[in-house]
């Protein structure tokens, strides 16, 4: 199978600037259509030398986690109806000054060793030789358990969840009505903010928290548990699925696991912060791996499930139908296959809204997005600048950053068509990545671990490492100290002599300063030489030209 071919799944590096240990473009072998390893690259492993023990990184990561859980007891979300205020630990954390800042600079810190230790599991495992994927399966396992139990960081939605599915278990529609018709709806926890918004996610998810609900009575505590092992479902799904989807494209299994699962972002958005985003995206990756190995309609029934927990992942349907059709389809066949992969999907998703009467509610969450933008997108930020210019030459500034943004979506979309209609076979499953990452990235609103829908399928099918992995560094660092200065909950009535948001700030920018300038490991990943020793090799060379 080369690059180019007709099976789904090939490498995407070029053979000189492919990821360490990838065997060259035309040595991934036929069998990774069937979701087998090829022999080529099962001794081109072998030969490689054994890695270096991981398990001083691994270790590091774990204490890091250790450090997040202590530290979101004081500054984490806890509902207002929660038991656990009524814990003497709880109370003296929360409300004396030294609990607070204590507590967030154990998880502000606690964050960036974990951000450490990821960076330096890739570097203890450069070369990606047998064990590398046991070694990251084993630091994913280490530094998610201590979040399990960890108070709600980085965000509350886990507990507007509960929120919906006493909704509907009250035989409300949460597609037209928010929590704040439910009574004492404030003491769950949830943001002020989804009082009267609608919810955004599909009918399975809706069934889901329905279930949780009526398991845990609505005990906040109880339910943010339950919430969390559901999550973990979808972790688990993307350590199982990643690797098989990275074997059919030639990537190393370890590596791409190691970029997807185990960064940082991922585990504290998905583990202790418990979004559905992980259910969707563990389900979407699954989908994406029995469509590519020549089970399409449970690969269908995969991305349909996604789509049920969060409409989004509709986005992969298009190409999920691509591959149905095959490699050698007609625009004719390919557009009959579309039209079968939309009727079945939709049509399953169609039976699923009537239980609780949720119809296609899901739809509208769709076409009806949240207004706004966040300042740190693309869109957001030029929409800024352009507007502070506009302003100054006398220009109807709002106006023009407004139709600047919705160009962007809008444009978004449109490379959305392109890749569906233009592009390799071979590369069904790059296509639908970088679909995902253009409507993202181009959208007026990002949240942190928006980038985590597509970071996966980019990691399965190749991440070079060049500008395209310090790319993924900056942006996994900056929104895990984003997050951990943003997300920090105080009481109203503690008096504080330093903001905690301030005093994250500093935390957070002075390790990010450490990591890239003072640590002598991880300061190599975006910058090679340090200007001593630029200075000494321009000396050298200044002494011995010949050189």
């Not at 954390?93 to 967030?104: E, Q, Y």
């Not at 047998?130 to 070694?135: A, I, N, T």
């Not at 035989?171 to 955004?200: C, H, R, V």
């Amino acid at each position: 199978m080369t690059a180019g071919g007709t099976s789904v799944g090939t490498p995407n590096s070029r053979d000189d600037a492919r990821e360490p240990g990838t065997p060259p473009a035309g040595q991934a072998a036929a069998g990774y259509s069937r979701g087998t390893t090829s022999s080529e690259t099962t001794r081109i492993e072998e030969e490689m030398p054994r890695q270096p023990k991981a398990y001083v990184a691994i270790w590091q990561g774990f204490f890091g986690s250790l450090m997040i859980f202590a530290g979101s007891i004081g500054a984490g979300w806890i509902a207002n109806g929660s038991p656990m205020f009524r814990h003497p630990l709880v109370i003296a954390l929360r409300t004396d000054g030294w609990g607070v800042t204590t507590s967030t600079i154990l998880l502000t810190a606690g964050a960036m060793l974990l951000v450490r230790s990821w960076l330096r599991l890739g570097q203890r495992l450069k070369e990606w030789g047998p064990g590398s994927l046991r070694s990251v399966v084993i630091a994913v396992a280490a530094w998610a358990a201590p979040m399990v139990f960890a108070v709600p960081i980085y965000s509350r939605d886990v507990y507007a969840y509960t929120g919906q599915g006493r909704l509907v278990l009250e035989g409300q529609d949460p597609y037209t009505t928010g929590i704040s018709s439910l009574s004492n709806w404030f003491s769950l926890g949830a943001d002020p903010a989804w009082a009267e918004a609608k919810t955004p996610y599909g009918p399975y998810f809706l069934w889901i928290a329905k279930w949780v609900v009526g398991i845990t009575g609505a005990q906040p505590d109880l339910s943010v548990l339950l919430f969390r092992l559901v999550a973990l479902v979808g972790v688990l799904l993307c350590v199982v699925y990643v690797p098989r989807l990275a074997e059919l494209h030639g990537i190393i299994p370890g590596r791409a696991l190691w970029i997807a699962v185990a960064n940082p972002l991922f585990l504290i958005s998905f583990v202790a912060s418990a979004h559905n985003d992980a259910l969707m995206v563990g389900l979407a990756v699954a989908g994406m791996y029995f469509a590519a190995t020549g089970r399409h309609i449970t690969g269908i029934l995969l991305v349909t499930a996604s789509i049920g927990i969060k409409p989004i992942t509709v986005l992969l349907l298009p190409f999920v139908g691509l591959m149905w059709a095959g490699p050698a389809a007609s625009w004719a066949r390919k557009f009959l296959f579309w039209g079968a992969t939309a009727a079945i999907s939709f049509g399953v998703l169609a039976l699923s809204g009537i239980p609780y009467n949720l119809g296609f509610g899901w739809v509208w969450a769709i076409l009806d997005p949240t207004p706004g933008y966040t300042g740190y997108s693309p869109s957001g930020f030029l929409g800024q600048q352009v507007e502070v210019i506009a302003n100054l030459l006398g220009l109807p500034g709002s106006a023009l950053a407004t139709g600047l943004r919705t160009l962007m979506k809008w444009a978004g979309i449109g490379l959305v068509v392109l890749l569906m209609f233009r592009g390799d076979y071979s590369r069904l499953v790059r296509r639908a990545a970088l679909a995902f990452a253009a409507v993202v990235m181009l959208s007026p609103i990002i949240q942190p671990w928006y980038i985590l829908w597509f970071i996966p399928l980019l990691a399965l099918t190749g991440i070079r490492n060049d500008w395209q992995i310090k790319s993924l560094y900056v942006a996994i660092t900056f929104f895990v100290a984003f997050g951990a200065q943003d997300q920090i909950s105080v009481l109203s009535f503690v008096e504080l002599n330093v903001k905690v948001s301030s005093l994250a700030f500093v935390v957070a920018v002075g390790f990010t300063i450490y990591l890239m300038v003072l640590d002598i490991h991880t300061r190599k990943l975006l910058i090679r030489s340090t200007p001593a020793e630029l200075f000494r090799r321009l000396e050298r060379r200044l002494r011995f030209p010949a050189q």
